[in-house]
């Protein structure tokens, strides 16, 4: 799996939209970006994955650059539930039945 | 719906004892993953299993460790002779399809081992 950096930290005020940066340069073709975040004391909760087009669910956008290189997770009106370690991951095409590559990810706090 | 279940939620052993973990997956769920998390790190891989067959076991940090699924459902994560280094959390993972997909992954709330 390409490595994938993310900032350790970062804070967003409530109603904001927190936009999450990741970088993977070194992502190949036929992997995708995949989102999930761990609330604390839980188990990782998967967001959101795309291969090149940009994507949007109930819970979050996420955009990828055209390039490949990049990628933003952007949760539209956080609020304080969404504070958690966000993790950036580039998969393997098989992302559901292969192992993920967690790294570090960005801790999000989100203050009221 | 029901969710991954783990049990124990957590576990105290003393160094050199045997730990087993259990992980319910999500029913139907034909992909079981286990993962390691050490305090202030991300999940680590440990083993997959598709169905009652371990495909990957590369995560495994040592021959201590050893994981079954001998039914294709419930999965237990094994360790022999505890030692400090293996304090961590401990998930499971589950998910619908298998490889050559791009499916979810469920985890469930862990097991927080704690070896003394």
């Known amino acids: 799996d390409a490595k994938t950096t993310q900032p350790t930290s970062m804070d967003c005020a409530e109603g904001r939209a927190a936009n999450l940066p990741c970088n993977h340069s070194t992502i190949s073709g036929n992997e995708y970006v995949y989102w999930y975040r761990q609330i604390h004391s839980q188990g990782p909760q998967y967001i959101i994955h795309g291969l090149k087009n940009n994507e949007t669910n109930e819970m979050a956008s996420l955009i990828i650059t055209e390039d490949r290189k990049s990628s933003t997770l952007i949760l539209p009106h956080a609020t304080l539930r969404d504070t958690a370690v966000y993790y950036c991951i580039a998969g393997p095409s098989g992302g559901g039945a292969d192992g993920l590559t967690f790294g570090k990810g960005t801790h999000l706090i989100i203050q009221p | 719906g029901a969710g991954v279940s783990q049990s124990p939620r957590y576990k105290v052993a003393k160094r050199g004892q045997d730990v087993a973990l259990r992980c319910d997956p999500i029913?139907?769920?034909?992909?079981l993953f286990w993962y390691q998390q050490a305090l202030g790190q991300g999940p680590e891989f440990l083993t997959y299993f598709q169905n009652e067959a371990q495909l990957d076991k590369s995560g495994l940090p040592s021959d201590r460790f050893f994981a079954e699924r001998p039914e294709g459902s419930v999965s237990t994560l094994k360790i022999q002779r505890t030692q400090q280094e293996d304090s961590a959390v401990y998930l499971c993972?589950?998910?619908?399809?298998?490889?050559?997909?791009?499916?979810?992954?469920?985890f469930g709330p862990g097991t927080r081992l704690t070896v003394l």
């Open positions: 993972a589950s998910s619908l399809r298998t490889s050559g997909n791009t499916d979810t992954q469920y």
């Open positions: 029913s139907g769920h034909v992909s």
